[in-house]
């Protein structure tokens, strides 16, 4: 029996330390718009806080969120320091163009921290841009057979996931 998927990502939520550099980063070189900023009043953990919650839209409808508290103390308290790793990320898809032109406007904006690479990975070419959070973001451009490689990997999804689990850790990614 089959469930029903959720529609699409509504935000994706962080914590940020500056709003205004955020908004720099996101809106002018990134080109996502600032569509939303809501200041708020509420209890949160036992204890009522001021923050302000940015959104920058994509044009799907969804969003990437940005929080940040009045009290540095809430802040410290609900900061999202989390052990660095590249595989963790916010992956977008965009079409070549874009991907080219964020290059670009990040190489231009000079956000040494940002760490701006491309890799290939076969099924999707992905450009990595790390933000003023170190919040990683991809930019993922679909290699030009996507649906024929989408339906191969849904097809042996579970196979696959056997196989790894069994042991198995050959490479099924022939589009490399």
Same mark, same amino acid.
């Given at each position: 029996?089959? +469930? ?14 500056d +709003?205004?550099a955020?908004?720099?980063?996101? &809106? ?11 200041? &708020?009043? %509420?209890?949160?953990s036992?204890? %009522? ?22 009290d540095?103390?809430?802040?410290? %308290? ?18 070549? &163009?874009? +991907? ?5 406007r ?41 649906? +024929? ?28």
């Amino acid at each position: 029996m089959s +469930q029903p998927l959720p529609l699409r990502l509504h935000h994706h939520a962080w914590i940020t330390d500056d +709003q205004e550099a955020n908004r720099h980063f996101y &809106e002018d070189v990134i080109g996502l718009p600032l569509v939303a900023t809501w200041t &708020e009043r %509420e209890v949160l953990s036992g204890a %009522e806080r001021a923050y302000s919650h940015a959104l920058y839209g994509m044009a799907d409808g969804s969003a990437l969120a940005f929080f940040q508290f009045a009290d540095p103390k809430d802040q410290e %308290e609900f900061k999202t320091d989390l052990n660095y790793t590249p595989l963790r990320h916010i992956a977008l898809k965009v079409e070549k &163009e874009t +991907q080219e032109a964020i290059l670009k406007r990040v190489d231009a904006a000079g956000h040494a921290d940002a760490n701006a690479h491309v890799l290939d990975h076969g099924f999707c070419v992905s450009l990595y841009v790390t933000d003023p959070n170190g919040l990683i973001l991809e930019f993922a451009v679909d290699h030009p057979d996507v649906k +024929q490689i989408d339906a191969e990997r849904r097809a042996t999804a579970h196979a696959d996931l056997a196989r790894w689990l069994a042991g198995d850790h050959t490479s099924n990614n022939h589009w490399r």
